[in-house]
């Protein structure tokens, strides 16, 4: 399993930016499919965004849809989380997660591999 470890998370005005980012060590990025989670203080941990293996595929929930980007550099090991709008509802600690067989799934419980996570906080 990879170890994975995210950060660019931060402080932010309401239609602000952030990028996150998830760096894996300890195999090749390129053998799973990736996700970003989100989890609010009260609240089950939830499906953000989903990128492929390769990169060709990408899935969003319908709340960031429009607003955030994945997208992941195999030959650096990482995947971003482009935030843009961001908005107070967007409030929460971002995990990144690997899965090496299923693909992009929307289930946390079917990750392989989480991050520590890094708290994004956006203020009205």
């Known amino acids: 399993q990879v170890q994975l470890v995210e950060s660019g998370g931060g402080l932010v005005q309401a239609g602000g930016s952030l990028r996150l980012s998830c760096l894996a060590s300890?195999?090749?990025?390129?053998?799973?499919?990736m996700g970003w989670f989100r989890q609010a203080p009260g609240k089950e941990r939830e499906f953000v965004a989903g990128i492929s293996w390769s990169g060709g595929s990408t899935y969003y929930a319908d709340s960031v849809k429009g607003r955030f980007t994945i997208s992941r550099d195999n030959a650096k090991n990482t995947v971003y989380l482009q935030m843009n709008s961001l908005k107070p509802e967007d409030t929460a600690v971002y995990f990144c997660a690997s899965e090496r067989y299923l693909g992009v799934v929307v289930s946390h419980l079917l990750y392989d591999s989480w991050g520590q996570g890094t708290q994004v906080t956006v203020s009205s």
């Open positions: 300890g195999g090749t990025l390129s053998s799973y499919a």
